[in-house]
């Protein structure tokens, strides 16, 4: 209990010291160091403040343009690659895929090697906007004009529909399936898929 009478006797005194301030900074009293003193005290705190509030500001500012600074290079360090590029890169992965195969010693590699390269002659014809239903129909849909490996491109054609059509009958040798995918690889340089 006596800590709450000593709390409770030193409000007034509090306020009587608030209200000494406040008659002196008006003029309307006798403590006019005190009132000096306060006027000096927030004069020199408003002063810090100001310099604080710049310094935080160039801080902030500072801080704000290197942020915008660093995503910009990160974006262009780790940005998303153009459709194109990531179209290519599947291609090319594909196409590396089709190339292992084909460097194989086992014939099933090799037919593997040749279906799949004809899978991808038929995406890229179909994305070049040639019609038909299957590869066959897309090349004769084609303009040899405009396609200069169209020879090449029924040639590997041709080994694929043996393949796919005489099954295991089909001999396939080291020789035809490297021509083949040879074949396949000039079609797929002409259209920049490789």
Avoid: C
């Avoid at 509090?14 to 309307?28: M, R, S, Y």
């Avoid at 160039?58 to 915008?68: D, E, K």
């Amino acid at each position: 209990m006596h800590t709450a009478a000593a709390a409770t006797a030193s409000i007034p005194n509090l306020g009587e010291i608030v209200i000494q301030l406040i008659a002196g900074l008006t003029g309307h009293g006798g403590s006019s160091s005190i009132a000096a003193t306060f006027v000096s005290i927030w004069s020199i705190v408003t002063a810090v403040s100001i310099l604080v509030t710049f310094f935080l500001l160039a801080v902030i500012t500072y801080a704000t343009i290197r942020l915008n600074q660093i995503k910009h290079e990160e974006h262009h360090m780790m940005g998303t690659i153009a459709p194109e590029q990531a179209e290519q890169q599947v291609e090319n992965s594909r196409w590396h895929h089709v190339a292992s195969l084909v460097e194989s010693s086992q014939e099933n590699d090799w037919r593997q090697a040749i279906i799949e390269a004809d899978i991808m002659l038929d995406d890229i014809l179909g994305a070049r906007g040639y019609q038909g239903v299957s590869v066959g129909e897309k090349l004769k849909s084609a303009d040899p004009t405009r396609f200069h490996t169209i020879r090449d491109a029924w040639d590997a054609h041709m080994v694929r529909n043996q393949i796919a059509h005489q099954g295991s009958e089909y001999q396939l040798s080291g020789a035809i399936a490297y021509r083949t995918i040879a074949k396949y690889k000039n079609v797929f340089e002409e259209f920049h898929a490789i």
